[in-house]
Each structure stands twice: as structure tokens, then as C-alpha cells.
């Protein structure tokens, strides 16, 4: 095991109903469309709305309600490739990337034998 970085991609976070201005909110409340911070674990890959998936399950307090919320980790095409200096999309709650990153996580996922652990933060 190495700390050399495999990818790099945007990820969007949760609207949170909207809320205003760009500091990103968070919360593990049902219905919140919020992301939640923590550690998660990436479980059980599956075909959905958004194309393949993964389900995501919570493994801290602040995100105990991840599967309950259906919080899953998926691509949109809204989510742009690269940096650019205007605001991208939004989900549901959901880390959400682009199409083309969501194919080169898959490679790593779907290969991997051991949980694959994903940890969101505010920095």
C-alpha cells in the first residue's frame, strides 16, 4: 500500500434544499438533500438512475443514515472533467462525479478485494 494519489476528479455535494450562498452545509437528517461528513464505507454496485452506482454506507455519527437516505456514489454529466471557475451541480445529498471519473473509480472499485473506504470533509 502506497499514498500515491490513483485519481483525481470533482465531486459536487448535497443542495441542502437550496441553501444560499457557496459555503457547502452539512447533515445526516432524512430528507435534508445534505452531504454528510465521515467515513463511509463503498458497498454493493448496482444499475439505477444515474447508471451504475455504488451504495454507500455510513460508518461515523454524522453519517449513520447514509444507506437510509439512499446516499450513493454515482456520475452525472453535469459534473464537469475539470476546474472551471463557475459553480457546478448539485445533488441530492449524493458525491456525485463525472461521467468519465465514475469509469476510472469503477476499475478501482469493482478490482478491489478488500472495502474500499471513502472519507468526506469540509476543509
Not at 437528517?29 to 461528513?37: D, K, P, Y
Not at 444507506?67 to 476546474?83: A, G, K, Q, T, Y
Not at 469493482?110 to 469540509?122: G, R
Request: charged content about 20%; some cysteine; overall charge neutral.
Amino acid at each position: 500500500m502506497t499514498n500515491d494519489t490513483l485519481l483525481k476528479g470533482l465531486v459536487t455535494h448535497g443542495h441542502c434544499k437550496r441553501s444560499e450562498g457557496r459555503i457547502a452545509r452539512f447533515s445526516n437528517e432524512i430528507g435534508s438533500n445534505c452531504s454528510s461528513l465521515g467515513r463511509y464505507s463503498i458497498g454493493q454496485k448496482y444499475n439505477g438512475s444515474f447508471g451504475i452506482a455504488y451504495k454507500m454506507h455510513g460508518l461515523d455519527n454524522t453519517n449513520r443514515n447514509a444507506f437510509e437516505r439512499f446516499i450513493v456514489l454515482h456520475s452525472h454529466s453535469c459534473i464537469p472533467d475539470n476546474e472551471q471557475e463557475d459553480d457546478i451541480c448539485e445533488s441530492e445529498g449524493c458525491p456525485t462525479v463525472s461521467p468519465r471519473t465514475l469509469a476510472q473509480l469503477s476499475k478501482h472499485l469493482d478490482a478491489s478485494l478488500l472495502p474500499v473506504l471513502v472519507w468526506i470533509y469540509a476543509s
